[in-house]
């Protein structure tokens, strides 16, 4: 499928030939110390992670899957995971997380899920190109300078999110139908726009004009979790967002995603990371 040559800087969007639309949630850099680890954690969206300098094992419960340096594994949304490097030399893995309208229809993604979604990855045309920018990028790009790195977003974009409707566009057995993914989505952006409340399921359901029963099974069925395991987790997400690129103290970041105790918060944070706030603080570059 032809990418568009156009890219929207208000929206961050890619367009393409037919009506799909994408977009780049988050682009990072995170640099690991010799015989390091990562935290678990996992994202709501798809992600793809390109490692650098030193092969990386990343871990999806007791199994493995290893990515060599100059290579990378593309993880689906909702597996929980955390990257080791047990070599003598740094590694370098430089995320993308990504949306849009056209994704496979997953829910909690088990380690089935990931082999599938990297053998497509493997036999994909956009293979050699995306390893290439991504390898490029890497060695050049400052962790320290946000800005430069995304004075990269369109070539990013396009490599990732090209490679993705590569591998799964064929496949219209695996999509999500229109009125599934308007769901999830309007669901997430009613949980961001009120980040500093907890929405409840009838707050959502009339929204979504649905019933408690029908929405709360309906969504349970499509995310394989339920909306207040989700609900937690995009708050999970914008915490460790937050710790990493703000300096506002762990009871303002508390306090502005709705956790009226400070230590249930920390305590959902471990519970959800490995490790209490402060410990992901200090990890900030």
């Known amino acids: 499928m032809r990418v568009e040559e156009e890219y929207n800087m208000l929206n961050q969007r890619i367009h393409f030939s037919d009506p799909i639309t994408a977009s780049a949630e988050c682009i990072g850099i995170v640099d690991f110390d010799a015989k390091s680890h990562g935290l678990l954690h996992r994202y709501s969206c798809w992600a793809f992670t390109f490692i650098s300098g030193s092969d990386g094992i990343f871990y999806f419960g007791d199994n493995r899957y290893v990515v060599k340096a100059g290579t990378g594994i593309l993880i689906p949304p909702f597996a929980p995971h955390y990257l080791v490097n047990e070599n003598d030399e740094p590694l370098r893995s430089f995320y993308v997380i990504f949306d849009g309208n056209f994704f496979p229809h997953m829910q909690q993604a088990g380690f089935d899920a990931v082999l599938a979604a ?56 695996s999509y999500r139908n229109a009125s599934d993914m308007k769901l999830i989505k309007d669901v997430k952006q009613m949980i961001i726009t009120n980040i500093d409340r907890n929405v409840t399921v009838e707050e959502m359901s009339r929204a979504l004009l649905l019933s408690q029963r029908q929405f709360a099974g309906r969504f349970t069925k499509l995310t394989g979790m339920s909306f207040k395991e989700y609900e937690n987790m995009i708050k999970m997400e914008e915490a460790s967002q937050m710790l990493y690129t703000t300096d506002k103290s762990i009871s303002q970041i508390s306090d502005e995603l709705g956790f009226c105790d400070i230590h249930y918060f920390s305590r959902k944070f471990k519970e959800y990371y490995g490790c209490a706030p402060t410990a992901l603080r200090k990890k900030k570059v």
């Open 118 to 173: 990297n053998e497509k990855l493997q036999s994909s045309f956009y293979k050699k190109s995306l390893y290439e920018t991504m390898s490029r990028i890497a060695t050049q790009v400052d962790i320290s300078d946000s800005s430069t790195l995304n004075e990269y977003r369109p070539l990013i974009m396009t490599n990732v999110i090209g490679f993705f409707v590569d591998c799964f566009c064929s496949d219209a057995a």
